[in-house]
């Protein structure tokens, strides 16, 4: 069965501080993608990044960088020196390469609060 | 901005009333999913048109429909309203909807329904 999991609901943190945002998911598919998008106070989702199943390497841009860990089925958000900007709702997504089309399976999202 | 535009922002409307949502692919993008984001369901696929045509269906309720046009733009279409249906409709877009493709989102129709 196809599911994402992000088992933190909401985390607040302390301008500059480090934070890492979790993200599990479960699917039978050798092939698929996985997808990090933030919902700001405004509502619209923003595209952060995508990872295919075969590459694990991890990724850096700016402040953010990503871990995926396909022995753990784990692909994790850390965002550096965090700021009030950065306060939105995060969503972990799965993407098979089986489902026709690319449906995106969205976790729960974790509501991430910076206080300066 | 996304390229992905959504009209109405917000919709107030009442129970059993239809509605119609409109969504503009960006430029270049043929496919359009559909997402529906509640507090007790999250976001969840609605269904995804490429091209025109159907390419996958989610857990989309029958009195719900879309469709695709010529032009690309979509529609979607909701009936007999209840409540429950009150929620936070988005649209994306990709190139190809390819499952490799990200998704682009519109900025939602805000729907209540009283």
């Known amino acids: 069965a196809q599911k994402v999991t992000q088992a933190q609901t909401e985390i607040s943190v302390v301008e500059k501080e480090d934070v890492t945002l979790d993200c599990v998911y479960e699917?039978?598919?050798?092939?698929?993608?996985l997808f990090w998008y933030k919902q700001p106070p405004s509502g619209e989702l923003v595209f952060l990044i995508r990872?295919?199943?075969?590459?694990?390497q991890n990724e850096i841009s700016g402040r953010y960088s990503w871990n995926f860990q396909k022995s753990t089925s784990s692909f994790n958000f850390t965002i550096t020196a965090s700021q009030v900007v950065d306060s939105a709702v995060y969503f972990c997504?799965?993407?098979?390469?089986?489902?026709?089309?690319?449906?995106?399976?969205f976790g729960q999202g974790t509501e991430l609060s910076v206080k300066p | 901005d996304s390229g992905v535009t959504q009209t109405p922002k917000h919709l107030i409307t009442a129970t059993g009333q239809r509605v119609t949502l409109r969504c503009s692919p960006r430029?270049?993008?043929?496919?359009v999913y559909w997402y529906q984001q509640s507090l007790d369901q999250g976001l969840q696929f609605l269904i995804h048109?490429?091209?025109?045509?159907?390419?996958a269906k989610g857990n989309i309720l029958e009195r719900f429909s879309a469709q695709q046009f010529p032009d690309l733009h979509s529609e979607l279409n909701l009936s007999s309203l209840e409540l429950g249906d009150s929620a936070l409709y988005f649209c994306?877009?990709?190139?190809?909807?390819?499952?490799?493709?990200?998704?682009?989102f519109g900025p939602g129709t805000r729907l209540t329904v009283l």
């Open positions: 994306a877009s990709s190139a190809r909807g390819e499952t490799y493709n990200e998704q682009f």
């Open positions: 699917t039978r598919d050798t092939t698929y993608y």
């Open positions: 990872r295919n199943s075969f590459d694990e």
């Open positions: 997504a799965l993407s098979e390469a089986g489902n026709q089309g690319g449906k995106l399976i």
């Open positions: 430029s270049g993008d043929l496919s």
């Open positions: 048109y490429y091209n025109g045509e159907e390419r």
